[in-house]
């Protein structure tokens, strides 16, 4: 759910990427960091244990546009990537407007993707959400990988509802912006419908 700011005339939102562990999700946010204007970000924070190395969230404010007069604020996190940290990972998403799904392209990662796509659906739920209906775009990561699975094979299996899908080398920063691109796009949309 987006946060109004009306003294600084903002409206916070909050992308969440999700995915597997070791799919990512991580270098994506690294990669936007790195290349975003240091004037409109805020800092990189890492939240990391001896057993994964991103356990709560990275966060970064990036300014994308303005709704009716507002700028528009986003607020960008990762979750775990494993399961065990499932607590972790729906507290990252309460309060989300948008989710990234990040699918790691290797043939030995697809139960895993399929898991994660499972607990995202059953994670939003818990938090009033329907993944249905939330803006959401799926990522292909890992594509320059030999044992990377065909894209029309990813797609048959994790296409949920028709998203944009993006194939992407998240460490190269390829299809990196396309996705947080179609992504806010769908979250302003949904913001100006409101």
């Known amino acids: 759910m987006s946060f109004i700011n009306y003294a600084a ?26 290349r975003s204007n240091p004037h409109q970000k805020g800092k990189l924070i890492s939240l990391a ?26 607020h960008l996190y990762t979750v775990p990537g494993q399961v065990f940290y499932d607590a972790s990972r729906k507290l990252i998403l309460k309060g989300v407007d948008g989710v990234i ?23 939003l739920k818990e938090n009033g959400f329907d993944l249905k209906t939330i803006p959401y775009v799926l990522q292909f990561n890992k594509r320059d990988l ?5 894209v029309d094979t990813l797609y048959r299996v994790l296409n949920y509802k ?17 996705t947080l691109k179609a992504a806010a796009k769908q979250v302003l949309y949904d913001l100006k419908r409101r």
């Open 9 to 34: 005339r903002e409206i916070n939102v909050k992308i969440v990427f999700y995915g597997p562990g070791l799919g990512g999700k991580t270098t994506n946010l690294q990669y936007i960091y790195e």
């Open 146 to 150: 030999p044992t990377a699975v065909a």
């Open 49 to 74: 244990t001896e057993t994964d190395r991103t356990l709560f969230f990275d966060f970064l404010p990036l300014d994308l546009g303005s709704v009716r007069g507002f700028k528009t604020r986003f």
């Open 101 to 123: 799904f990040v699918a790691d392209s290797q043939e030995a990662r697809m139960d895993a993707n399929v898991e994660s796509l499972r607990n995202l659906e059953l994670n």
């Open 162 to 178: 028709g998203e944009p899908t993006f194939e992407a080398v998240a460490v190269r920063g390829m299809g990196v912006f396309e």
